[in-house]
Protein backbone atom coordinates (compact mmCIF):
# COMPACT_ATOMS: atom_id res chain seq x y z
CA UNK A 1 0.00 0.00 0.00
CA UNK A 2 0.99 3.54 -0.89
CA UNK A 3 1.98 5.41 2.65
CA UNK A 4 1.72 8.88 1.52
CA UNK A 5 -1.76 7.92 -0.25
CA UNK A 6 -3.01 6.51 2.98
CA UNK A 7 -1.45 9.58 5.49
CA UNK A 8 -3.63 11.86 2.21
CA UNK A 9 -6.61 10.01 2.45
CA UNK A 10 -6.26 10.40 6.84
CA UNK A 11 -5.76 13.70 6.47
CA UNK A 12 -8.04 14.65 4.49
CA UNK A 13 -10.38 12.53 6.84
CA UNK A 14 -9.30 14.44 9.95
CA UNK A 15 -10.38 17.66 8.28
CA UNK A 16 -14.05 16.47 7.43
CA UNK A 17 -14.23 15.29 10.79
CA UNK A 18 -12.69 18.50 12.56
CA UNK A 19 -15.12 20.88 10.76
CA UNK A 20 -18.49 18.25 11.44
CA UNK A 21 -20.28 19.42 15.11
CA UNK A 22 -21.80 16.21 15.10
CA UNK A 23 -18.91 13.84 15.62
CA UNK A 24 -17.50 16.41 18.38
CA UNK A 25 -20.26 16.35 20.14
CA UNK A 26 -20.66 12.60 20.20
CA UNK A 27 -16.99 12.24 21.21
CA UNK A 28 -17.70 14.44 24.18
CA UNK A 29 -20.46 12.80 24.82
CA UNK A 30 -18.56 9.38 24.58
CA UNK A 31 -15.99 10.96 27.10
CA UNK A 32 -18.63 12.14 29.59
CA UNK A 33 -19.99 9.04 29.94
CA UNK A 34 -17.28 7.13 30.21
CA UNK A 35 -16.04 9.41 33.49
CA UNK A 36 -19.53 9.67 34.77
CA UNK A 37 -19.71 5.63 34.67
CA UNK A 38 -16.33 5.58 36.43
CA UNK A 39 -17.12 8.00 38.81
CA UNK A 40 -20.35 5.57 39.87
CA UNK A 41 -18.14 3.07 40.18
CA UNK A 42 -15.72 4.99 42.28
CA UNK A 43 -18.67 6.10 44.84
CA UNK A 44 -19.74 2.17 44.53
CA UNK A 45 -16.11 1.49 45.93
CA UNK A 46 -15.95 3.66 48.40
CA UNK A 47 -19.78 3.09 49.76
CA UNK A 48 -18.42 -0.34 49.53
CA UNK A 49 -14.94 0.69 51.77
CA UNK A 50 -16.95 3.00 54.15
CA UNK A 51 -19.90 -0.47 55.06
CA UNK A 52 -16.14 -2.72 55.69
CA UNK A 53 -15.04 0.46 58.23
CA UNK A 54 -18.19 0.50 59.82
CA UNK A 55 -18.66 -3.41 60.44
CA UNK A 56 -15.01 -2.81 61.82
CA UNK A 57 -16.02 -0.53 64.13
CA UNK A 58 -19.37 -2.32 64.82
CA UNK A 59 -17.10 -5.28 66.22
CA UNK A 60 -14.34 -3.02 67.83
CA UNK A 61 -17.33 -1.59 69.63
CA UNK A 62 -19.15 -4.73 70.95
CA UNK A 63 -15.68 -6.18 72.23
CA UNK A 64 -14.43 -3.25 73.89
CA UNK A 65 -17.58 -2.25 76.03
CA UNK A 66 -17.62 -6.14 76.76
CA UNK A 67 -13.95 -6.02 77.78
CA UNK A 68 -14.24 -2.82 80.06
CA UNK A 69 -17.47 -4.90 82.10
CA UNK A 70 -15.34 -7.57 82.06
CA UNK A 71 -12.54 -5.85 83.82
CA UNK A 72 -14.81 -4.16 85.73
CA UNK A 73 -15.91 -7.03 87.09
CA UNK A 74 -12.45 -8.57 87.69
CA UNK A 75 -11.36 -5.56 89.46
CA UNK A 76 -14.16 -5.87 92.04
CA UNK A 77 -17.21 -4.98 90.81
CA UNK A 78 -20.21 -6.77 91.28
CA UNK A 79 -22.00 -8.05 88.47
CA UNK A 80 -26.22 -8.71 89.01
CA UNK A 81 -27.29 -8.93 85.68
CA UNK A 82 -29.10 -12.20 83.94
CA UNK A 83 -27.04 -14.82 82.18
CA UNK A 84 -27.10 -12.99 78.84
CA UNK A 85 -25.55 -10.15 79.80
CA UNK A 86 -22.26 -12.01 81.11
CA UNK A 87 -19.09 -10.56 79.71
CA UNK A 88 -17.48 -13.43 80.55
CA UNK A 89 -20.00 -16.25 78.90
CA UNK A 90 -18.46 -17.88 75.92
CA UNK A 91 -21.54 -18.22 74.48
CA UNK A 92 -22.68 -14.11 75.19
CA UNK A 93 -19.06 -13.83 73.54
CA UNK A 94 -19.75 -15.46 70.35
CA UNK A 95 -23.53 -16.42 68.94
CA UNK A 96 -25.89 -13.81 69.65
CA UNK A 97 -26.83 -10.22 70.47
CA UNK A 98 -23.75 -8.52 68.35
CA UNK A 99 -21.66 -11.27 69.08
CA UNK A 100 -19.47 -12.93 65.89
CA UNK A 101 -17.41 -11.79 63.31
CA UNK A 102 -18.04 -10.14 60.20
CA UNK A 103 -16.08 -11.46 57.28
CA UNK A 104 -15.45 -9.47 54.39
CA UNK A 105 -13.36 -8.77 51.14
CA UNK A 106 -11.91 -5.29 50.46
CA UNK A 107 -12.85 -4.34 46.99
CA UNK A 108 -10.04 -5.43 43.78
CA UNK A 109 -8.17 -2.23 42.20
CA UNK A 110 -10.20 -1.91 39.36
CA UNK A 111 -13.77 -3.18 40.55
CA UNK A 112 -14.58 0.58 39.93
CA UNK A 113 -15.12 -0.80 36.41
CA UNK A 114 -17.66 -3.15 36.96
CA UNK A 115 -19.29 -2.17 39.94
CA UNK A 116 -22.71 -3.12 38.58
CA UNK A 117 -22.02 -6.71 39.74
CA UNK A 118 -21.01 -5.91 42.93
CA UNK A 119 -25.03 -5.39 43.41
CA UNK A 120 -25.38 -9.04 42.47
CA UNK A 121 -22.98 -10.77 44.93
CA UNK A 122 -22.16 -9.88 48.38
CA UNK A 123 -18.95 -9.41 49.67
CA UNK A 124 -19.21 -9.66 53.47
CA UNK A 125 -20.88 -12.00 55.90
CA UNK A 126 -21.65 -12.25 59.28
CA UNK A 127 -20.33 -15.51 61.48
CA UNK A 128 -21.26 -16.27 64.65
CA UNK A 129 -21.84 -20.03 66.51
CA UNK A 130 -25.53 -20.25 65.35
CA UNK A 131 -25.10 -18.61 61.81
CA UNK A 132 -22.51 -18.02 58.75
CA UNK A 133 -24.34 -16.18 56.25
CA UNK A 134 -23.22 -13.74 53.49
CA UNK A 135 -25.42 -9.87 53.82
CA UNK A 136 -25.47 -8.01 51.10
CA UNK A 137 -26.50 -4.37 51.52
CA UNK A 138 -29.02 -3.69 48.85
CA UNK A 139 -31.22 -6.82 50.40
CA UNK A 140 -34.59 -4.79 50.56
CA UNK A 141 -33.76 -3.32 47.04
CA UNK A 142 -36.02 -3.57 44.22
CA UNK A 143 -35.32 -6.94 42.69
CA UNK A 144 -35.82 -5.86 39.29
CA UNK A 145 -33.39 -2.94 39.97
CA UNK A 146 -30.72 -5.15 41.02
CA UNK A 147 -31.12 -7.57 38.06
CA UNK A 148 -30.56 -4.89 35.84
CA UNK A 149 -27.77 -3.45 37.74
CA UNK A 150 -26.12 0.03 37.53
CA UNK A 151 -24.73 2.16 35.27
CA UNK A 152 -21.11 1.74 34.52
CA UNK A 153 -18.18 1.19 32.82
CA UNK A 154 -18.66 -2.31 31.48
CA UNK A 155 -21.70 -1.61 30.19
CA UNK A 156 -20.64 1.60 28.40
CA UNK A 157 -17.51 -0.36 26.79
CA UNK A 158 -19.80 -3.40 26.06
CA UNK A 159 -22.84 -1.72 24.82
CA UNK A 160 -22.38 1.95 24.19
CA UNK A 161 -18.75 1.91 22.27
CA UNK A 162 -20.19 -0.02 19.60
CA UNK A 163 -23.27 2.22 18.97
CA UNK A 164 -20.51 5.18 18.60
CA UNK A 165 -18.59 3.03 16.01
CA UNK A 166 -21.17 2.39 13.85
CA UNK A 167 -23.06 5.41 13.68
CA UNK A 168 -19.64 6.90 12.76
CA UNK A 169 -18.45 4.23 10.25
CA UNK A 170 -21.58 2.43 8.71
CA UNK A 171 -21.33 5.16 5.59
CA UNK A 172 -17.46 5.43 5.46
CA UNK A 173 -17.46 4.45 1.50
CA UNK A 174 -21.52 4.58 1.26
CA UNK A 175 -21.30 7.93 1.92
CA UNK A 176 -19.42 9.08 -1.28
CA UNK A 177 -21.03 6.70 -3.77
CA UNK A 178 -24.59 8.78 -2.51
CA UNK A 179 -22.57 12.26 -2.82
CA UNK A 180 -21.23 11.45 -6.33
CA UNK A 181 -17.16 11.70 -4.90
CA UNK A 182 -16.77 8.11 -5.94
CA UNK A 183 -15.65 9.05 -8.99
CA UNK A 184 -13.23 11.84 -7.98
CA UNK A 185 -11.36 9.69 -5.83
CA UNK A 186 -11.11 6.97 -8.60
CA UNK A 187 -9.92 9.37 -10.50
CA UNK A 188 -6.91 9.43 -8.03
CA UNK A 189 -4.30 7.05 -7.98
CA UNK A 190 -5.90 5.01 -5.35
CA UNK A 191 -7.46 1.89 -4.69
CA UNK A 192 -11.38 0.70 -3.52
CA UNK A 193 -9.27 -0.98 -0.40
CA UNK A 194 -6.52 1.81 0.30
CA UNK A 195 -9.96 4.58 0.54
CA UNK A 196 -11.41 2.21 2.84
CA UNK A 197 -8.25 1.30 4.73
CA UNK A 198 -7.50 5.06 5.19
CA UNK A 199 -11.04 5.60 6.75
CA UNK A 200 -10.84 3.07 9.21
CA UNK A 201 -7.48 4.16 10.44
CA UNK A 202 -8.58 7.36 11.31
CA UNK A 203 -12.10 6.43 12.87
CA UNK A 204 -10.21 3.81 15.05
CA UNK A 205 -6.94 6.20 16.30
CA UNK A 206 -10.11 8.41 16.89
CA UNK A 207 -12.43 6.72 19.16
CA UNK A 208 -9.59 4.23 20.24
CA UNK A 209 -7.42 7.26 21.47
CA UNK A 210 -10.36 9.11 22.98
CA UNK A 211 -11.61 6.45 24.47
CA UNK A 212 -8.10 4.84 26.37
CA UNK A 213 -7.21 8.83 27.00
CA UNK A 214 -10.50 8.99 28.73
CA UNK A 215 -10.22 6.16 30.37
CA UNK A 216 -6.79 6.64 31.49
CA UNK A 217 -7.39 10.20 32.71
CA UNK A 218 -10.39 9.19 34.99
CA UNK A 219 -9.34 6.12 36.36
CA UNK A 220 -5.77 8.24 37.70
CA UNK A 221 -7.95 10.85 39.11
CA UNK A 222 -10.24 8.34 41.20
CA UNK A 223 -7.10 6.81 42.50
CA UNK A 224 -6.12 3.53 40.17
CA UNK A 225 -2.54 3.65 39.68
CA UNK A 226 -0.65 2.08 36.59
CA UNK A 227 -0.09 -1.54 36.93
CA UNK A 228 0.02 -4.59 34.31
CA UNK A 229 -4.32 -5.32 35.23
CA UNK A 230 -4.48 -1.11 33.51
CA UNK A 231 -2.74 -2.30 30.63
CA UNK A 232 -4.49 -5.33 30.24
CA UNK A 233 -7.48 -3.49 30.86
CA UNK A 234 -6.04 -1.06 28.18
CA UNK A 235 -5.26 -4.10 25.52
CA UNK A 236 -8.64 -5.66 25.79
CA UNK A 237 -10.13 -2.23 25.12
CA UNK A 238 -8.45 -2.02 21.83
CA UNK A 239 -9.55 -5.27 20.63
CA UNK A 240 -12.71 -4.99 21.17
CA UNK A 241 -12.71 -1.61 19.53
CA UNK A 242 -10.70 -2.82 16.52
CA UNK A 243 -13.47 -6.15 16.43
CA UNK A 244 -16.30 -3.98 15.66
CA UNK A 245 -14.38 -1.31 13.04
CA UNK A 246 -13.44 -4.89 11.62
CA UNK A 247 -17.03 -5.85 11.44
CA UNK A 248 -18.00 -2.30 9.71
CA UNK A 249 -15.12 -2.55 6.95
CA UNK A 250 -16.61 -5.86 5.90
CA UNK A 251 -20.08 -4.42 5.72
CA UNK A 252 -18.74 -1.39 3.69
CA UNK A 253 -16.73 -3.80 1.61
CA UNK A 254 -20.20 -4.88 0.31
CA UNK A 255 -20.37 -1.54 -1.30
CA UNK A 256 -24.39 -1.35 -0.34
CA UNK A 257 -26.41 1.91 0.44
CA UNK A 258 -26.17 3.41 3.73
CA UNK A 259 -29.47 2.61 5.28
CA UNK A 260 -28.02 -0.96 4.43
CA UNK A 261 -25.17 -1.02 6.02
CA UNK A 262 -26.81 0.35 9.05
CA UNK A 263 -29.15 -1.77 9.52
CA UNK A 264 -26.55 -4.66 8.95
CA UNK A 265 -24.58 -3.24 11.53
CA UNK A 266 -27.47 -2.72 13.81
CA UNK A 267 -28.30 -6.02 13.62
CA UNK A 268 -25.05 -7.68 14.33
CA UNK A 269 -25.13 -5.30 17.31
CA UNK A 270 -28.73 -7.33 18.62
CA UNK A 271 -27.04 -10.53 17.95
CA UNK A 272 -23.98 -10.35 19.77
CA UNK A 273 -25.47 -8.59 22.51
CA UNK A 274 -28.87 -9.86 22.99
CA UNK A 275 -29.51 -12.67 20.84
CA UNK A 276 -26.25 -14.80 21.34
CA UNK A 277 -26.17 -14.56 25.30
CA UNK A 278 -29.90 -15.12 25.53
CA UNK A 279 -29.77 -18.34 23.26
CA UNK A 280 -26.19 -19.60 25.10
CA UNK A 281 -27.94 -18.91 28.70
CA UNK A 282 -30.51 -21.27 27.53
CA UNK A 283 -28.27 -23.96 25.82
CA UNK A 284 -26.48 -24.00 29.24
CA UNK A 285 -29.70 -24.44 31.82
CA UNK A 286 -31.04 -27.25 29.07
CA UNK A 287 -27.80 -29.10 28.97
CA UNK A 288 -26.96 -28.38 32.28
CA UNK A 289 -29.95 -27.54 34.72
CA UNK A 290 -29.73 -26.65 37.88
CA UNK A 291 -32.70 -27.54 40.35
CA UNK A 292 -34.97 -24.59 40.89
CA UNK A 293 -34.98 -22.97 44.36
CA UNK A 294 -38.64 -24.78 45.70
CA UNK A 295 -36.14 -28.19 45.45
CA UNK A 296 -33.39 -25.98 47.91
CA UNK A 297 -36.13 -25.38 50.17
CA UNK A 298 -37.98 -28.67 49.92
CA UNK A 299 -34.20 -30.22 50.72
CA UNK A 300 -33.91 -27.96 53.45
CA UNK A 301 -36.77 -29.03 55.48
CA UNK A 302 -36.74 -32.21 54.76
CA UNK A 303 -33.01 -31.88 56.69
CA UNK A 304 -34.65 -30.16 59.17
CA UNK A 305 -37.29 -32.71 59.87
CA UNK A 306 -35.05 -35.58 59.82
CA UNK A 307 -32.90 -33.51 62.34
CA UNK A 308 -35.65 -33.17 65.03
CA UNK A 309 -36.69 -36.16 64.28
CA UNK A 310 -33.33 -37.62 65.47
CA UNK A 311 -32.48 -34.70 68.11
CA UNK A 312 -32.22 -37.13 71.31
CA UNK A 313 -29.91 -39.46 69.10
CA UNK A 314 -27.57 -36.91 67.87
CA UNK A 315 -27.28 -34.78 71.02
CA UNK A 316 -26.52 -38.41 72.50
CA UNK A 317 -23.97 -39.22 70.18
CA UNK A 318 -22.57 -35.80 70.66
CA UNK A 319 -21.77 -36.38 74.44
CA UNK A 320 -20.46 -39.60 74.03
CA UNK A 321 -17.69 -38.28 71.92
CA UNK A 322 -17.62 -35.09 74.04
CA UNK A 323 -18.38 -35.85 77.30
CA UNK A 324 -18.82 -32.62 79.67
CA UNK A 325 -15.89 -32.42 82.13
CA UNK A 326 -18.49 -30.39 84.56
CA UNK A 327 -21.08 -32.28 86.88
CA UNK A 328 -24.21 -32.18 84.96
CA UNK A 329 -25.85 -30.96 88.49
CA UNK A 330 -23.68 -27.61 87.96
CA UNK A 331 -25.29 -26.77 84.76
CA UNK A 332 -27.17 -23.72 84.39
CA UNK A 333 -30.65 -23.35 82.74
CA UNK A 334 -30.01 -22.11 79.07
CA UNK A 335 -26.91 -24.62 79.00
CA UNK A 336 -29.53 -27.95 77.46
CA UNK A 337 -31.08 -25.37 75.08
CA UNK A 338 -28.25 -23.73 73.60
CA UNK A 339 -26.35 -26.58 73.90
CA UNK A 340 -29.22 -28.95 71.45
CA UNK A 341 -29.31 -25.90 69.21
CA UNK A 342 -25.51 -25.59 68.36
CA UNK A 343 -25.29 -29.22 67.95
CA UNK A 344 -27.90 -29.87 65.46
CA UNK A 345 -27.27 -26.36 63.85
CA UNK A 346 -24.04 -27.95 63.32
CA UNK A 347 -25.81 -31.27 61.73
CA UNK A 348 -28.06 -29.40 59.78
CA UNK A 349 -24.90 -27.48 57.99
CA UNK A 350 -23.01 -30.65 57.76
CA UNK A 351 -26.22 -32.19 55.91
CA UNK A 352 -26.57 -29.48 53.65
CA UNK A 353 -23.26 -29.27 52.45
CA UNK A 354 -24.23 -32.77 50.84
CA UNK A 355 -27.33 -30.97 49.02
CA UNK A 356 -25.53 -27.97 48.07
CA UNK A 357 -22.96 -30.15 46.08
CA UNK A 358 -25.70 -31.50 43.76
CA UNK A 359 -26.41 -27.31 43.28
CA UNK A 360 -22.66 -26.14 42.97
CA UNK A 361 -21.58 -29.26 40.60
CA UNK A 362 -24.78 -28.72 38.01
CA UNK A 363 -23.98 -24.60 38.61
CA UNK A 364 -20.16 -25.54 38.11
CA UNK A 365 -21.44 -27.34 34.70
CA UNK A 366 -23.40 -24.68 33.29
CA UNK A 367 -20.98 -21.86 33.96
CA UNK A 368 -18.28 -23.61 32.22
CA UNK A 369 -20.54 -24.53 29.15
CA UNK A 370 -21.48 -20.83 29.00
CA UNK A 371 -17.95 -19.99 29.79
CA UNK A 372 -17.27 -21.64 26.19
CA UNK A 373 -20.08 -20.60 24.61
CA UNK A 374 -18.99 -16.66 25.09
CA UNK A 375 -16.25 -17.42 23.00
CA UNK A 376 -18.28 -16.91 20.02
CA UNK A 377 -19.69 -13.52 21.21
CA UNK A 378 -16.82 -11.14 21.34
CA UNK A 379 -19.38 -8.94 23.60
CA UNK A 380 -19.94 -11.49 26.01
CA UNK A 381 -16.35 -12.68 26.12
CA UNK A 382 -15.36 -8.74 26.69
CA UNK A 383 -18.47 -8.54 29.49
CA UNK A 384 -17.18 -11.09 31.44
CA UNK A 385 -13.03 -10.28 31.01
CA UNK A 386 -14.30 -6.86 32.31
CA UNK A 387 -16.45 -8.44 35.79
CA UNK A 388 -13.79 -10.78 35.89
CA UNK A 389 -10.60 -8.30 35.22
CA UNK A 390 -12.94 -6.40 38.39
CA UNK A 391 -12.61 -8.47 40.76
CA UNK A 392 -16.57 -9.12 40.71
CA UNK A 393 -17.35 -12.07 39.68
CA UNK A 394 -18.73 -15.37 40.77
CA UNK A 395 -15.08 -16.29 41.74
CA UNK A 396 -15.35 -13.17 44.73
CA UNK A 397 -18.64 -15.34 45.66
CA UNK A 398 -16.43 -18.66 46.41
CA UNK A 399 -13.90 -16.99 47.87
CA UNK A 400 -16.21 -14.92 50.27
CA UNK A 401 -18.02 -18.59 51.42
CA UNK A 402 -14.86 -19.70 51.93
CA UNK A 403 -13.12 -17.70 53.88
CA UNK A 404 -16.26 -17.93 56.02
CA UNK A 405 -16.17 -21.87 56.67
CA UNK A 406 -12.96 -21.40 57.17
CA UNK A 407 -13.16 -18.46 59.66
CA UNK A 408 -16.12 -20.19 61.00
CA UNK A 409 -14.11 -23.39 62.12
CA UNK A 410 -11.64 -21.40 63.87
CA UNK A 411 -14.51 -19.34 65.73
CA UNK A 412 -16.44 -22.58 66.93
CA UNK A 413 -13.27 -23.55 67.70
CA UNK A 414 -12.08 -21.35 70.15
CA UNK A 415 -15.83 -21.05 71.95
CA UNK A 416 -17.16 -24.20 71.54
CA UNK A 417 -14.73 -26.00 74.26
CA UNK A 418 -14.83 -23.22 76.53
CA UNK A 419 -19.12 -22.84 76.46
CA UNK A 420 -19.63 -26.85 76.62
CA UNK A 421 -17.34 -26.64 79.78
CA UNK A 422 -19.13 -23.34 80.89
CA UNK A 423 -15.17 -22.09 81.53
CA UNK A 424 -15.68 -18.04 81.89
CA UNK A 425 -13.92 -15.68 79.54
CA UNK A 426 -11.06 -13.58 81.14
CA UNK A 427 -10.50 -9.96 80.04
CA UNK A 428 -6.51 -11.19 79.05
CA UNK A 429 -8.52 -13.39 76.48
CA UNK A 430 -10.01 -10.80 74.26
CA UNK A 431 -6.58 -10.28 72.57
CA UNK A 432 -6.69 -14.34 71.69
CA UNK A 433 -10.21 -13.98 70.30
CA UNK A 434 -9.96 -15.22 66.33
CA UNK A 435 -10.17 -12.77 63.33
CA UNK A 436 -10.89 -13.07 59.74
Do not use: C
Request: hydrophobic share 50%; no cysteine.
Amino acid sequence: MNMRLLRHIIRFEAKMYAADKVVWTMLLLLVAVIGFSLYLGHERVEAQRDRIAGLQEEDRQFYAGKYEQLREIEAGAEFSGPWFQDPSNPLVLSAFRGAGRYVYLEPEPLALIAAGASDILPYYGRVTLVMSRPLRDNALENPFHQYLGRFDFAFVMTWLIPLIIIALSYNMLSREQELGTMKLLHAMPVSFQQILTGKVVFRFVLIAGATLAATLLFLFLFGVRWSADVAVLLLAMLLYIGFWFLLSALVNLAQKSSVFNAMSLTGLWILFLVVMPAVFNLIAESVHPVPSRVVWINGQRAIQQEVEADREQLVQAFFAEHPLEVDEADLPGYFEFWNNRLILTKTIAKKEEVLKETFDTQRSAQEALGSRLSLLSPAMLKNSFLVNLSGNGDARLRTLNDNMESFSAEWAAFFMPRFQNLQAVAADEFNNFPVP
